[in-house]
Nanobody, 116 residues
Framework: QVQLVESGGGLVQPGESLRLSCAIR????????MGWYRQAPGKQRELVAR???????AYADSVKGRFTISRDTAKNTAYLQTNSLKSEDTAVYYC??????????WGQGTQVTVSS
């Protein structure tokens, strides 16, 4: 059974940073891509950043230049470095992994709150 375990969320002030981690537990087929999504209260879940098996990345316009997605294949862990956080970044952040057979896995979510 595959589990995605997120960590690193918390309460920060505007302008501060957080690094979110997503560790894959269990055995899964080769990963095609991993991503971070977020969902704010009353809003739909949205894609924040994605990294493909090739190492290429993609970002939502709202986070370009502030967030960086990366992956440590040896540790089977993905990261989201979030800098210059804004109040509008407040949301539950979810990790997603998709294997080459297009099976999708989700983490339980980690809360990020940006408030002064």
């Amino acid at each position: 059974q595959v589990q995605l375990v997120e960590s690193g969320g918390g309460l920060v002030q505007p302008g501060e940073s957080l690094r979110l981690s997503c560790a894959i537990r269990g055995t899964m087929s080769s990963i095609y891509r991993m991503g971070w999504y977020r969902q704010a209260p009353g809003k739909q879940r949205e894609l924040v950043a994605r990294i493909f098996r090739t190492g290429s990345t993609a970002y939502a316009d709202s986070v370009k230049g502030r967030f960086t997605i990366s992956r440590d294949t040896a540790k089977n862990t993905a990261y989201l470095q979030t800098n210059s956080l804004k109040s509008e970044d407040t949301a539950v952040y979810y990790c997603n992994a998709e294997d080459v057979n297009l099976n999708q896995y989700w983490g339980q979510g980690t809360q990020v709150t940006v408030s002064s």
